[in-house]
């Protein structure tokens, strides 16, 4: 990543139910693993390890203040004439400071998780904020020499300290791969770091209007004359476990009218946001923000180009998938509501969360044991914070914080409410934990990072070895169910989130020929893309569509964001295939993989330990195995 997107001090990543669609399986193991003891699950977070209250948190942010202006002071005279010994010193002070500042930012960004509403940890979140911009300015000094380095200086520096060998991929990748993006002059990165700051605000704003304005539609009334409010909890229960359809029509017809009313003052901010956006990129000698993007995850626009052209020429595969569902459905034909409906024979069942741990735990049986050990303790160390509560101001979603700079469990942040898609939320959100709990404990914490695919490769993973586990164990209906479910989520990999990935350039771009759009403007071109993506199969709706007003990374500090859960995917399927072509093979391969870190780069990562290159084959490959499951699916409904 570059120095502006360096800003983003949380290693957050977020997965959202309001863009993901999810299954799991209907009952537990007959056995159940003996290193799983009930008494011990916790639920809730306990953040004392973190900071015991608010007043521990806010003395620390005073001390880290202090420490920035103590770093600024004591380094820069000593970087007019930079040694080997003294850059050495640097980045070991700097990295506590950002240890530290990493973990009283997932402290406030729990606390307000937590709450949105809560006033003292949304203030400090944004003093944080504006305390990682102020250091960023203050040390900026450091960022300018280190990127204008030569090749020779380099050498010289290295053969002058080794110590810092440690610390060589970091370097190269931070700095010497970013000498022709970056900033001037002191000057120009303070009005840099001014920048990315009044985006992390617009991140924040946004947060909080998809949680307390967007998703919150207003009541409808059910057919059995129950009142119902629409928050986005109760809008993604009723539509996957409702089989009144009348209902499901209500819920979907008032929420899509009530996406188009907030659709004017989503674009406002999504627009202001673009043109951060792009002024940011261009003053760091990008040609857009998309350019940025894609120099800081290693890749070419022609890249996710060609991946979303393959699964446009191949959604036709999906076909068969909604075919199925409308038989299952007893339609004649599918309407936008009835794509979410389990086809469980009851998708409103609800299963204990402890159950559901012990699925979790039995689809881990044939990895490595440090994927079991490290689940169990993230299970039972107050890591996970489970139930939801829209009234209490808990926002939507769910997310994995990592916890790299206490070589600790991950928190795990979720809406559990007992049903199958929840399960799928947890395995996905625990393999991002044990992602970054193995790079905790294996590499520096600078290393303790990667590119958003890398980081979903996990999360997708564990999917597939959950649902592989549910296939091999449970009866025919259920299979049935949990396979179709699997085979949704890969419409919703591998249509609907590079969708969104087309849908920000071209948003972008809009933004730069006009400089303001209406909500209407941003509709038509949801609408427009969505077309391409989407089956004719179904009956959707010909107005204008506001989903992605309630998209909540669209308005991330960083963009672009969402084609990397279909990379992941297209990248998880290949190592599956390999997975249960060699299971012992393969895990030291993928653990080796996982704790790596950023101490290799992406491409050479992947292609060093499982000789996967990106490129069309891979995309075709990912549809391959898409097309097989679906034909799994047909011979399975036919026994």
Known sequence: MDSAEGLIISALVVFSVLVMSGSGFSSSPEKEPEAMNRSEITTSWNLSSLFQDREAASEEYKRLEDLSKEISVTFRPRFQNLTGPVLLEYIEADKNFSKRLNVIYAYVSAQNSLNVNEEFYETLLSDLQNLSTD??????????????????EWDRIFSEELGLEKYR???ENSYRRYASHRPRDESHAAYLADISNQLMKIDTEAEKLVTNNVTVAGNITLENGKELALNSETYTELMSTDANRNNRKKAYDKRFDHLIEESDRMAEIYCNKSKLDDLLARELNYSDSYDSKMFGAY???DQVETMNQVFKERKGDFDGYYEFRRKRMNLDRLKPYDLQLSLLKSPDQKYSYEDTLVNISASYAQMAPAFQEIFLQTATSGSIDLYPNPQGGKRPGGYCQDMCALNRPALI????KGLIDDQRTLTHEMGHAINFYLMGSNVDYLYCTGTEYEMEIPSTFNEELFVDYALANYDRETALAVLADSINDYVNYFTFQPMITEFEDAAHDLCRQKGNLSGRELNQLWTSLSRQ??????DYYAEDNAQWTYVSHIYFTNNYYTFSYA????ITLSLFKMYKEDPQKF????AAYLSAGSTMTPPDKLKGFFGIEIDRRLFEDAMDVVEKRVEQLQ???GK
Do not use: C, D, P, W
């Not at 990379?567 to 297209?570: E, F, G, I, M, P």
């Not at 895990?587 to 993928?590: A, D, H, M, P």
């Open 135 to 152: 250091h960023y300015k203050a040390v900026s000094y450091a960022e300018i020499k280190l990127k204008s380095l030569s090749s020779s």
């Open 169 to 171: 991929a970091y370097l």
């Open 299 to 301: 890749l070419t626009q």
């Open 413 to 416: 942040f979720m809406n559990y």
């Open 533 to 538: 993506y989407r089956t004719s199969l179904v």
């Open 567 to 570: 990379l992941s995917k297209a």
């Open 587 to 590: 895990n030291g391969n993928y």
């Open 635 to 637: 011979q399975l409904e």
